[in-house]
């Protein structure tokens, strides 16, 4: 079964400081995407930035890049000068075909 | 351009009445997915449909869960005699078909949460 684990339920940091959400998955796939989503309490789910598996290259979307490491079935996201409107939950979320397989999900809080 | 809309917003019901959300996916996407979230929970998938081909329905919990999708475009999601446990807030994606990658970007509403009472 394919499944995807978020082993943070909940993280603080100060304004303008760096911080690493952690995820990973397990598939016996070999050609895969990867996404981060962001849901801040307006409940809008937002794509982050994705990840195509067989691209070694990690993915950078400004303030954002991921750590991924394949063989390790890892997949961290990194928020570099943390902002308050990044305060959200963010989800981990797998695909090899139509369907998002999701993690539960990490609450992120930047703190003033 | 416009993005993926659902109606309501908020719906309270009561046990045992029958419901129906609504969503508008983005114009010209032909893939269109439907997600239950339950409180403190990612997201669960029920249903797929892609173009004019059958849709996916095996996310559907149980046979009181039915959607459709008119002309390729609105879908609806029917709950039938609801539960208190189909709580939730429901989330509606689109995404288009372009043939250049293997797998495209879903994009989301905004949701409707779902009270039974």
């Known amino acids: 079964a394919q499944t995807v684990t978020q082993s943070q339920p909940e993280m603080s940091v100060q304004e303008a400081e760096t911080v690493t959400l952690s995820c990973t998955y397990d598939?016996?796939?070999?050609?895969?995407?990867l996404f981060w989503y962001k849901q801040p309490p307006s409940r809008q789910m937002i794509l982050v930035i994705r990840q195509e598996a067989y691209k070694q290259q990690n993915a950078t979307e400004n303030r954002f890049s991921v750590n991924f490491q394949k063989a390790a079935k890892s997949f961290s996201l990194k928020i570099s000068d943390s902002q308050l409107g990044d305060t959200a939950m963010y989800f981990c979320?797998?695909?090899?075909?139509?369907?998002?397989?999701w993690g539960a999900g990490t609450k992120l809080i930047i703190k003033p | 351009g416009a993005g993926v809309s659902q109606s309501p917003s908020n719906k309270v019901t009561e046990k045992g009445k029958d419901v129906e959300l609504r969503c508008d996916p983005i114009?010209?996407?032909?893939?269109l997915y439907w997600y239950r979230q339950s409180l403190g929970q990612g997201l669960e998938f029920l249903i797929y449909f892609q173009g004019n081909s059958a849709p996916d329905k095996s996310g559907l919990p149980s046979d009181r869960f039915s959607a459709e999708r008119t002309g390729g475009s609105v879908s609806t999601l029917t709950i039938q005699r609801t539960q208190q446990e189909d709580s939730a807030v429901y989330l509606c994606a689109s995404s288009p078909k372009t043939g250049l990658t293997l797998v495209e970007t879903q994009y989301f509403g905004p949701g409707t949460r779902l009270l039974v009472l």
């Open positions: 979320a797998f695909n090899s075909n139509y369907q998002l397989i």
């Open positions: 114009s010209g996407h032909t893939a």
């Open positions: 598939t016996s796939e070999s050609n895969y995407y």
